[in-house]
């Protein structure tokens, strides 16, 4: 059986073009570990096919460009192709490059490859074969982490792609401060501080940048809408469409709330929706495989608090809050939050939210893989002397239970003066903590 014509002819495009220069570069980067498949993961519409480009551009800069080959399979024209397709592909590329073969690494850059059943199989024997790295990327509706790991039997490592950061949203303009906070002049701050409140309404999402309002709310609304068809409803057909749409509308439109899937359950009732509670507690759990929402549970050691406290439910985004804020509020401190903790998940920080024995809460206890936890506490008008106190308080109690975490109180502007009465709290604009690097 020959090659596909329409593999023959991306082999062909993929050997003669340059990498493409015309793209964002993302902070993300593949875990240095030997001997591992790397999957690249992440919500829809999040970047991942421009990090694979990314890639590609960076293994092109140092060697020959068939060293570095990247190759699409989302063509209605490769629809139905087998596995022995990608077989016959390998020989080929070989064929044209057998100086290659057995003596130097080679990187196989593989988009939407779970459009060709068996992959995984393919991917397995020319690891063990050849001298080939792969990095697959996909709809996140058939790569999801779990699943990677499961077929490529530990040979997997996952990457996750999300919308901008904060300091990804600048550079996506230029305007990526050179130098730490401390040494902007007072024009580069006021610039960083504007484009910061643009961040917390636009968000992140490589294709809504610039856009107007009106087709950015649009755009982000589509997403959501994929998510829930693509990645959710038609996969594990789901047959309550209605109620789960209610959910997501719901935990949009409420970010940074308390929830519990009882409670959940018992207002889906109310709208005329009669679904179980486990099947709330599996639709939810799809939406978060699909890296649509996020959930931080209670910091605790015992399994059995954990489980019985409320949860506190995330956006992937901030944006996608005034998608779906149909009350026209601003929702500037539940976008801040959101923004915390997106960059936490980023940094790749275990995360869970404090109560103390006083009943006060502290938003975020952020364990870090380096080592060492902060106590975080997010606050965009501290302009109340009565929220000042409170939000305070709550930092103080927690450091009972916490006495090694560094304690945080986040703040929208540097124009709030906040007199902590404690050394030990430090208060920063929350935009100066995201543009930080992890270490600093």
Known sequence: MPLHPVLEERLNAALSAAAPAAFTPRDARLPAVPGKAHAVIGMRRAGKTTFLHQLLAERRSALPPERALYLSFDDDRLAGIGVEQLGFLLEEFYRRHPALRGREVVLWLLDEIQLVPGW?????????????????????????????????????????????SFREFLRHRGEEPARPARRWTAAERSLVEKRFREFLVEGGFPEAQGLPAALRIELLQGYVDAVLFRDVVERFSVSQVAALRWLVRHCLRSPAGSFSVHRLTRDLKAQGHGVARDAVHTLLGHLMDAFLLSEVQLATDSERKRNSNPRKIYPADPGLIPAFD??????????????????????????????????????????????GEELIQVCADVSSAETRTRELRALTAARNDHPRAVQRLLVLDRDARVETGAEEIEVQPAYEWLLAQPDA
């Not at 199989?121 to 779990?146: N, T």
């Not at 601003?330 to 790749?348: D, K, M, Q, S, Y």
Request: no cysteine; aromatic share 6%.
């Open 120 to 164: 995984e199989r393919f991917v397995r024997r020319v690891m063990d074969s050849e001298k080939v790295e792969f990095v697959v990327s996909g709809s996140s509706a058939r790569m999801l982490s779990r699943e990677v790991h499961t077929s490529l039997r530990g040979r997997g490592m996952e990457t996750v792609i999300r919308p901008f």
């Open 326 to 371: 149909a009350s026209g509020r601003a929702n500037v401190g539940h976008a801040l939050e959101t923004a915390v903790l997106n960059e936490l998940e980023r940094r790749g920080a275990e995360v869970g939210y404090v109560k103390t024995a006083e009943g006060l809460e502290v938003d975020f206890l952020a364990r870090h893989p380096a080592g």
